[in-house]
């Protein structure tokens, strides 16, 4: 069933472009450090270090080749109870659409999914990198959440943390009464607000107001400057019809 | 051999203050790559550089800016920069607390433990409560200068803080709109619920491995050592077949596997 995948966050980290004297864009560039040349993309390559600056070249290729035919195909290995997943496994989300003709068989699998309250365990490998992930289905569409492996995860013994101790009766009830008198029933996102942004973003308005640090440049061509709004494009591959 | 505490602060519930130290509960094994400067095998370094001309820019002429419309910015200055810095703080504020299975998977970001800084017996404590009410408290705290959003949790007798996206980063479901086609069959749903509870178990993550990971460590070792395998070319794809004769035949693979299993 071939299908198409969209993060499914948007970023809202405002970053910061940096800029030269004249308020011109800067470009990051990578330059060799003994000639001082800068270096353009087909003039590096990767290397891993096996020893003190000893090198071994991987290529995009060799990366690619690697990858076990099965995995580059979504295999549902596994489903289990949508809510039996610890979140410490969890680590980013995509949205399936289908891809031309799958709409069927997406939309059984969606359905089969959301009734029975199960989530798909799968792997695959993308862009060089194997990726463990549970598939989630709500409201008729596919999620794949991205998943951190066991042996990525710490013990507690790993970090040394205490053996767990018996507590005191007296101190757990206080502690369940604080939980129930700040109990809310269901989990509101908006109290998960960004001041960071919320400040950097009231700054820059002042200061564009009192016309401060206000600095225009013409356009490069070519420049990427297009707003991508990823509901949008969602929505359309969510409803393309073939 | 023990992990340092990459932070410590203070579990604020009420009027209670419970002093904590936070480690990170992930261990990155990504295979890390250097970029090499081809010629040379050597590490490359990066710098800013003005792309019309190509010159260089030293660092202390770089300025940063917020892009309000296309090719127009903000000029933040070092000292703006600063004056936006959070107030520092060791609080971490547990404004509220909610059921467990209330917050959905998309909120997750990254997990750190919670270990005790001196009192344990108050750690376990909150460990058990959190635990018999399987509740998990919403915090705010500000580390290293940034303010934070999270999820205490109390998972096998331990404190996890989590970090939670922020509200308008995450996509929900129900901002979009359901796929459009042709609904399914009874005849096809009868035969995906059989297929898909056949596979049904429970999550061990144990089963599953990073081959690829284990797969790219075997090849660099290899050709460290003067011998690197030849890899094949990558295959096209099969194309794709009637779905009910697809599920018909995943549903027969399984039970065969399953006569030879027993």
Redesign the interface.
Known sequence: ??VSLF??????R?S??????D????????????TGK??DA?????????DK?K????TD?????????K???ID??????A????????ER?Y?L??AA?????????????E??G?AG?A?F?MRG??Y?V?I?S????L?A?T????????S?S?????K?????KA??????K??????????S?????????E??LK??KK??ANR?????????AG?D?KVVD??QI??KS????K | ???RAIWKGELK??S?RLPVKL??????????????????????????????S?DE?PTE????????E????????AE?LE??Q?PASRDIE??????Q???S????ER?Y?L??DGD???Y???????Q??E?E??ANWVMRK??Y?G?L?A????L?L?T????????L????????????TQK??AM??QL??M?????N??E??????E??ME???K??RGHAPR?????A?SK?TA?DS?LAKSIESLRKKEKRAA
């Open positions: 069933m071939p993060p499914a966050q948007r970023s809202t405002t910061l472009r940096m800029l030269g004297p308020g011109q864009p800067l470009a990051r560039k990578y330059f060799a450090e003994k800068d270096l087909d003039e590096v390559v990767r290397g891993y270090e096996v600056e090198f071994v070249i991987v290729e060799e990366l690619e080749r690697l990858a076990p035919e995995t580059r195909d549902l290995k596994q489903f289990v109870p809510d039996s997943i610890p979140p410490i496994y969890f989300g949205f659409t289908p003709g799958s709409q069927k068989a997406y939309k059984l699998l969606a359905e089969t999914m009734k029975s199960l365990i792997t490998v990198k194997e463990l549970a989630f709500e409201k008729g569409i999620r959440e998943m951190r492996f066991a042996d990525e995860l710490r507690p790993d970090i040394g943390l205490p767990k101790k018996e507590a005191p101190t757990v009830h206080k502690f369940e604080l939980i129930s008198t700040r109990a809310k029933k269901q989990f996102p908006s109290k998960l607000e960004d001041k960071q942004t400040s950097l700054l820059v200061k564009q401060a640090n206000v600095v225009k440049v013409e356009e490069e420049a400057h990823l509901v969602l929505k969510l409803g393309a019809r | 051999m023990a992990a519930l009420g209670t480690y990170s509960a992930v261990q990155d094994r990504t295979v890390r790559f250097h970029v090499l400067d081809d010629r040379q095998k050597k590490r490359v370094k990066q710098h800013m550089i003005a792309p019309d190509g820019v002429e770089i300025q940063k800016g917020y892009e309000i296309p090719g127009r910015y903000v000029i933040l200055t703006d004056k936006l959070p547990i404004v509220e607390f909610v059921p299975t209330k917050i998977q998309q909120w997750y997990p433990y270990g005790p344990e017996k108050d376990f404590a909150l460990v058990d409560a959190l018999n009410k509740s408290g919403i940034k303010y959003s999820a949790r998972v096998d007798d331990y996890f989590f939670l996206r922020d509200a308008n980063e995450v996509i479901a129900d901002e979009l709109t359901k796929p459009s086609g042709t609904a399914p096809e749903l995906a619920k898909v509870e596979l049904q178990g429970e999550f993550p144990k599953y491995k990073d081959e690829y990971r797969r790219v090849f660099i070792d050709k460290a890899l094949k070319a990558v295959k794809k794709t779905l697809v």
